[in-house]
């Protein structure tokens, strides 16, 4: 199985900050990657797939980048609404793994 | 709009059997992959199984392989998973996907004596 492994595992910052997440897989999965966002009793929400392509409706602050092992998700200048947990997901092969998430919290 | 609704989650007996539905509407039900998810309580995202949209090719995480068994009826436009010989370690809420980017609300399944 792949092991996606992702840092930090949890991350404080304030609205208007940058902030950067990585996700490294155990091997190369080509650009097989995405990334979800779950807020608290919610389901998750996908925001992109192909380690960098927006889905439909997510904000532009949003990026992602990355290929074969190590990616990035970043948001430029946060929101009060971005405070969430995030995951990374890999299809590049079955099963289908997830990162660990990182918790992103309110400084 | 994509809508997926699950149903079917309960508390249920270790060793026991509990069947999972989840309706879709808002697309084409029989030409997308369908997943499900799951999630214990305070964990992260675990992937479970997933079925091609002509039910031809299926896929599970080794954990639930000859445990768990996912179908879906394409007239109905609803997608299944056949959950037996049920233990605590299965206790999650459990997530309807097309293709892991819709998600539905989950349904709950609590395994415990």
């Known amino acids: 199985d792949i092991q996606m492994t992702q840092s930090p595992s949890s991350l404080s910052?304030?609205?208007?900050?940058?902030v950067t997440i990585t996700c490294r897989a155990s091997q190369g999965i080509r650009n097989d990657l995405g990334w979800c966002?779950?807020?608290?009793?919610?389901?998750?929400?996908?925001?992109?797939?192909?380690?960098s392509i927006l889905?439909?409706?997510?904000?532009?602050?949003?990026?992602g980048s990355g290929s074969?092992?190590?990616?990035?998700?970043?948001?430029?200048?946060?929101?009060?609404?971005?405070?969430a947990t995030y995951y990374c997901l890999q299809y590049n092969?079955?099963?289908?793994t997830f990162g660990q998430g990182t918790k992103l919290e309110i400084k | 709009e994509v809508q997926l609704v699950e149903s079917g989650g309960d508390l249920v007996q270790p060793g026991g059997s509990l069947r999972l539905s989840c309706a879709a509407s808002g697309f084409t039900f029989s030409s997308d992959w369908m997943d499900w998810v799951r999630q214990a309580p305070g964990k992260g995202l675990e992937w479970v199984a997933n079925i091609k949209g002509d039910g031809s090719e299926k896929y599970y995480v080794e954990s639930v392989k000859g445990r768990f068994t996912i179908s879906r009826d394409n007239a109905k436009n609803s997608l299944y998973l056949q959950m037996n010989s049920l233990r605590a370690e299965d206790s999650a809420v459990y997530y309807c996907s097309r293709s892991l980017n819709d998600?539905?609300?989950?349904?709950?399944?609590?395994?415990?004596?």
């Open chain 1, 55 to 63: 889905l439909s409706g997510v904000p532009s602050r949003f990026s």
């Open chain 2, 103 to 113: 998600w539905g609300r989950g349904t709950l399944v609590t395994v415990s004596s």
């Open chain 1, 13 to 18: 910052a304030s609205v208007g900050d940058r």
């Open chain 1, 93 to 96: 092969s079955y099963p289908r």
């Open chain 1, 68 to 83: 074969g092992a190590e990616f990035t998700l970043t948001i430029s200048s946060l929101e009060p609404e971005d405070f």
């Open chain 1, 37 to 51: 966002q779950q807020k608290p009793g919610q389901a998750p929400k996908r925001l992109i797939y192909g380690a």
